[in-house]
Nanobody, 113 residues
């Protein structure tokens, strides 16, 4: 049974950092591309970052390039999203996604002074 569990969200000031974690079970994160999405109130869910199953190729939304980094720890079967220089517009619920069909429950990130 595939399960994804996000953690690491919270309240942070503008310019601050957070690291989100997505602990996976029921499959190996090394075998599939993994994605982070986010959904802000009143907006559609958007793709933030992706890490490929082969090698360490990554892709990012233009709005987070240079600030966010997606990575994977195969031994822990966990995917991370390091978020630096956070802005109020990064406020959203962040979701982990596997195989483009499995979702975690989400973790709230709020950037506010």
């Amino acid at each position: 049974q595939v399960q994804l569990a996000e953690s690491g969200g919270g309240l942070v000031h503008p310019g601050g950092s957070l690291r989100l974690s997505c602990a996976a079970s029921g499959f190996s994160v090394s075998a599939y591309s993994m994605r982070w999405y986010r959904q802000a109130p009143g907006k559609e869910r958007e793709l933030v970052a992706r890490i490929n199953s082969v090698g360490v190729g990554t892709n990012y939304a233009d709005s987070v390039k240079g600030r966010f980094t997606i990575s994977r720890d195969n031994a822990k079967n966990t995917v991370y999203l390091q978020m630096n220089s956070l802005k109020p517009e990064d406020t959203a619920v962040y979701f982990c996604n596997a195989m483009e069909k499995y979702w975690g429950q989400g973790t709230q990130v709020t950037v506010s002074s």
